[in-house]
């Protein structure tokens, strides 16, 4: 009966507009990670994987690439491919996108040798007057050593003085670093960084910063925890404009939820979204709100297994103008992941999927966050499927984008 239901919901669900962008074939990548959008509707992400094939036993360093809109088609180029370990490999997602469109972005791994990742830009110059011919120049930023920071994350934030903030995983024998780098002094200079937070662990303080950190209107940090805080199971936290001062503003305790990860976001409200990847506990969505006694956390929803529901969520909402919620996630009609909805009324929040994959031509593990444009449509990118010749039968992944009903 089950099956009769997921089948008959699976029919509905896959009649969305689904659209694949495009389908990698391993020298351009493999396996893309979540995308970022210019202010042109251009769009950026790199690949974890593929490209040069020259970070033995990985098949290849990694690449960027960006989709540009000609007509009614889209127009997919290799932007970068890493070069060699010492050069950085596996880039995180997303980018960022910062001025006079330079992109910003960090890589898991690499850099010098045993290093912890790098922060990386890539400028584009015209090579003629009409810029019909187009070059990328990266340029490392910087190289994290043995000892100031390893395992880089993805979705680096940027100030208006043009400061870059990120987190790693690890630093040193602790648990993970907020860290700011400020841009370099004349043309040969270094870029500096400084350490604003150093996690500690339970029970006072979380422990390795799965996600990126994102800024309120005030200048203020905040990001989460996989680890740590009262129970162990997570921390939201705030670093403060006004000397990084940290507060925990939220241990999970397994009945909120446990291990968050992924982006939070603000609603006009400055109440704070996120996601659980659950663990030993389904997947959760949940809302901070802030009051004069603190912060006061609500569940919007559970995703429980056995519907076709999204599971294992490991990354965070984007919100449209009504103020409702898109994520994606494993499972699924098809067990291969989904696109779904989180629907805000008077009466609370409401679940409905958008897509399911089915591990073909469309795409297997779907990643995030997604990106909504001005129209209404989603785009995203899956970890594998796609080509069934590439990457030993499992596919090289691909980019997609759903347009609304």
Known sequence: MMLAVLLALASQVCAQNFQVLHTFEGADGVGPGALTMDPAGNLYGATYEGGILNCSPYPGCGTVFQLSKQNSNWVFTTL???????????PNLPLTVGPGGLLYGTTLDGGIEG?????????RSCLDLGCNQVVWT??????????????????????????LYGTTIEMCGHTGQVYELSPAQGLQGS???TVL??????????????GPVVFDQAGNLYGSTLGGGSKDMGTVYELSASGWVESVLHSFNGQDGIDPMGNLIFDSSNNIYGITY?????????????SND??????????????????????????????????VGGGGAYGHGTVYKLTHS?????????????GGSDGAGPTGPLVLDENGNLYGSALAGGDANCNFGSGCGTVWMIKPN
């Not at 970068?80 to 596996?90: L, N």
């Not at 490392?140 to 400061?163: E, I, K, P, S």
């Not at 937070?197 to 799965?210: A, K, S, T």
């Not at 679940?351 to 399911?356: K, Q």
């Open 191 to 193: 870029w500096k960084i």
């Open 278 to 290: 659950g663990d030993t506990q389904p997947s959760t969505a949940f809302e901070l709100t802030p």
């Open 346 to 358: 008077t009466n609370g929040w409401s679940y409905s999927s958008i897509y399911y994959f089915t």
């Open 115 to 123: 290093g912890g990742g790098t922060v990386f830009s890539l400028k």
């Open 138 to 163: 990266k340029t490392a930023l910087y190289r994290f050593g043995q000892c100031d920071g390893a395992g880089t994350n993805g979705g680096l934030v940027l100030d208006t003085a043009g400061n």
């Open 294 to 327: 603190g912060w006061t956390i609500g569940s919007l929803h559970a995703f429980l297994p056995g519907q076709g529901q999204a599971q294992s969520l490991n990354s965070g909402f984007v919100m449209d103008a009504a103020g409702n919620l898109y994520g």
């Open 197 to 210: 937070h150093v996690f500690q662990g339970p029970p006072n303080d979380g422990r390795w910063p799965e």
């Open 80 to 90: 970068y491919k890493f070069q060699s370990k010492t050069d950085g490999w596996s």
